[in-house]
């Protein structure tokens, strides 16, 4: 007699099916709040209300005035895959909701104790549905105003385990402000009152803030003057890119939150972007801060692959990529236009003329005219390059000026600084007032005090400078009165042969010796006193960084690194002392650069202490 064997493969039941869903879309507290808020927004609410105790684990209370539900939809909606959002595959490739799936409800229903009371504009009775550990209790009509209103409590009631697994009280109240705060910033016209234990922590009015001063409420005042991004889409295949970054160093924790289409996601991609498009504004270790919208077709960008929806998948990654980058490197370049404005005012016009200096008008405004910076003060190791050829203890330094002013004898201190025959007046709006330390310049201006650190904005300087250069293939060199002979490892050896074309832009003149050995006939002019050696490891240790053909790649270190090592060693040092006239002339020279805020490393050039911070410091105010 033969027997079937039983089978092993069976159909799970429908609770523990609903716990499994659970575990992989209800992580902690916050995922709850997040699918709730979530389906507020796809039902038209104008506001929503979330009420916390606890951790979360006590109390989660989310209400909206949404288009509500009936008594069939409320029931309908516990059901696992039951959704209004999506009806057909097709529509799966283009989803305009923040929910689809129909897996939220029934989820949390199974990990808690769920009431929900929903009610149609249309109707003047509402249903309420009472369930326990996805188990329906009770169902009944009841009289409550339109819209919706989910009651989550004992979450994680009847998994232990799970609930073990949380973090303090604290921790997962900061994840529920996070999510509040990103959907605040999606939807600007978003009303929205956030309580905790009773106590207010946000409350947002519905339709009356703009993208700018709904960002200014949540990143606060401490924040600083916030940069706008607005590129929109150059063509169907390119995201629109807009948002508002924090400034890089802007005093508050940074933190970057990124939106596809009004959905907050976490990517590395548009995270690596921003940085990317930041790069020589952020300091080592300090990430971006802000918020970041990607407005990008549909068909472009697939949303169905996470089981929380906070992954993207994009259809042309390098694109988006891009994107963001030029995006975030034309904020930059307007921000460099905001702070001109607030530290260096327009000079007034007189008798359609401008006094001390060239402007160009720009409508019914006066911004400083776009022009070379002028090299009125350079360290003695000096960048731009002469008219004629000039001989020093080291041999001869050769190239094309970039400007008309020709770098007379007379014009150099005895500091070793090239400045103008007659002191320089201060920029319009700035009257400086002296050095201290003999490191910071101070100034004073219109509403306060302003403190500009002086190597940081030299070298700055001289790195928009050589990055110009660098970009002609026209750095200044200096040749050798007698060349180098430097011993070279392999790796060392490697480097010179697989990014020679950029170590020659560089202004570095090198021939194979034979043997290992390398000859170095000329060095770049800015480094032309520091010992041949010295320079060359420089070099080698920034392209050694980069591996093996990354020249430019990502991850990889850039040539533009060793532009910003050379200006930071040419530029004026802390504990150097300077002259008025030369102190002048870098102000000047800070007002005519097209980038002046930060040094190639990130740190900051000036800091402004306002009228306001003065008068509280001896409470006058």
């Not at 000859?519 to 050696?533: F, I, R, T």
Request: some cysteine.
């Amino acid at each position: 007699m033969c027997f079937k064997p039983l089978s092993r493969i069976r159909i799970l039941p429908e609770n523990l099916a609903n716990q499994i869903a659970a575990g992989e879309v209800v992580e902690r507290p916050a995922s709850v709040v997040k699918e709730l808020l979530e389906n507020a927004i796809d039902a038209g609410a104008s506001q929503v209300g979330i009420q916390i105790e606890g951790d979360g684990t006590r109390l989660i209370r989310v209400i909206d005035d949404g288009s509500g539900m009936d008594a069939d939809d409320v029931l309908l909606c516990l059901e696992r895959h039951a959704t209004s959002k999506i009806a057909s595959l097709a529509e799966l490739g283009g989803i305009r909701t923040l929910g689809f799936r129909g897996e939220a409800v029934p989820s949390i229903a199974s990990v808690s104790r769920m009431r929900i009371t929903s009610r149609l504009a249309t109707q003047t009775l509402g249903t309420q549905v009472d369930l326990r550990y996805g188990k329906i209790l009770k169902v009944h009509e009841m009289g409550s105003n339109s819209g919706t209103s989910f009651e989550v409590t004992d979450l994680f009631g009847n998994v232990p385990a799970r609930k073990k697994f949380l973090k303090s009280s604290r921790t997962e109240l900061a994840h529920i402000e996070e999510v509040v705060k990103n959907y605040a910033l999606a939807r600007p016209g978003f009303g929205i009152s956030f309580t905790v234990d009773g106590r207010e922590i946000l409350r947002l009015p519905a339709g009356l803030d703009s993208p700018r001063s709904r960002a200014e409420r949540i990143f606060g005042k401490g924040a600083g003057i916030l940069v706008e991004l607005a590129r929109p889409a150059m063509d169907e295949n390119e995201p629109g890119v807009s948002g508002f970054l924090l400034p890089p160093d802007a005093p508050v924790a940074a933190r970057l939150r990124i939106f596809v289409n009004g959905r907050a996601i976490h990517d590395r991609l548009i995270a690596h972007a921003v940085s990317e498009g930041l790069q020589n504004y952020l300091m080592k270790g300090r990430g971006p801060g802000g918020a970041i919208f990607l407005t990008i077709p549909l068909a472009s960008v697939d949303v169905n692959v996470h089981p929380t929806k906070q992954e993207v998948r994009f259809h042309k990654p390098a694109v988006v990529h891009q994107a963001v980058i030029g995006a975030v490197q034309a904020a930059m370049a307007d921000y460099q236009q905001t702070l001109r404005q607030e530290i260096f005012k327009p000079a007034p016009v007189v008798s359609g003329t401008v006094q001390a200096r060239a402007y160009a008008l720009d409508g019914d405004q006066q911004t400083p005219a776009v022009q070379e910076p002028l090299p009125l003060l350079k360290n003695a190791n000096e960048v731009a390059p002469p008219t004629v050829s000039q001989k020093d203890s080291g041999g001869e330094v050769s190239g094309k000026p970039e400007s008309g002013l020709e770098m007379r004898p007379d014009y150099v201190t005895e500091q070793g600084h090239v400045v103008g025959k007659e002191a320089t007046p201060s920029p319009a709006g700035l009257r400086y007032l002296g050095q201290v330390l003999n490191t910071y310049l101070l100034c004073a201006t219109e509403n306060g005090l302003m403190a500009i650190d002086q190597h940081a904005a030299h070298e700055r300087l001289l790195f928009e400078t050589l990055k110009r250069q660098f970009a002609s293939k026209n750095i200044a060199r200096q040749t050798l009165l007698f060349p180098k002979v430097i011993e070279c490892s392999l790796e060392e050896n490697q480097i010179l042969k697989q990014h020679a074309g950029e170590i020659a832009a560089l202004g570095v003149e090198i021939e194979d010796f034979g043997g290992g050995s390398q000859v170095v006939k000329a060095v770049p002019a800015v480094l032309g006193h520091s010992p041949v050696e010295e320079v060359m490891a420089g070099i080698f240790a920034r392209f050694a960084e980069a591996g093996p053909g990354q020249g430019r790649g990502r991850g990889g270190v850039r040539a533009e690194e060793v532009l910003s090592d050379m200006a930071c060693k040419a530029a004026l040092k802390a504990g150097q002392n300077l002259s008025p006239r030369e102190a002048e002339a870098l102000l000047d020279e800070m007002q005519r650069a097209k980038v002046f805020s930060h040094c190639p490393h990130g740190r900051p050039v000036a800091k402004i202490f306002t009228a306001h911070e003065l008068k509280k410091w001896f409470y006058r105010g």
